[in-house]
């Protein structure tokens, strides 16, 4: 089974708890933890409502299906504007979680490979929709604290 978001977590290898950030308020860990999150709404872990009128869905998806990335000052109304407490001992700790939470996702789609499930930003998102999402959000991230992501 092809598993690119997998392979591409390798980038975290250079990670260290003082990276600064470029934007915005997470930490290193913060981000990562932030990453864990997402992942456990599309493995089935999380479930949540999306926060957007369905009557902006379809732009919203036209948004997300573009090479255009996400705005780098984005508030998630999930979480709000300060930093939520950290839930792992440390950032390696974090990213082990992570590379699980990662391989918890393409297991759940290989077993359940008709999913939907519900992006609290873009509603209901299938496998596709869901490996956009994620390449996109990585990246986001990844280069919020100028890890190269390709």
Known sequence: MDKPLLEKLCVLDDLRAE?????????AQHMVEHLIFAMRISNGKLTVECFNPPDK???L????????PLPKEFI????????VPL???DLKAA?????????????????????VLTNPTFGKLDKTGW???HDKH??????????KYD
């Open 76 to 83: 998630n109304p999930i979480i709000g504007e300060g930093l």
């Open 87 to 89: 839930n792992y001992p």
């Open 61 to 68: 998806r036209k948004f997300l299906m573009s090479s255009r």
């Open 57 to 59: 869905i379809p732009a």
């Open 19 to 27: 990276t600064k950030q470029l934007w915005g308020k997470m930490l």
């Open 138 to 147: 990585f990246r986001h991230h990844f280069l919020q604290f100028g890890i």
């Open 131 to 133: 490996d956009v999402f």
């Open 95 to 115: 990213k082990k979680v992570l590379q699980q939470e990662v391989e918890d996702y393409y297991n759940y789609f290989k077993v359940s490979p008709e999913a």
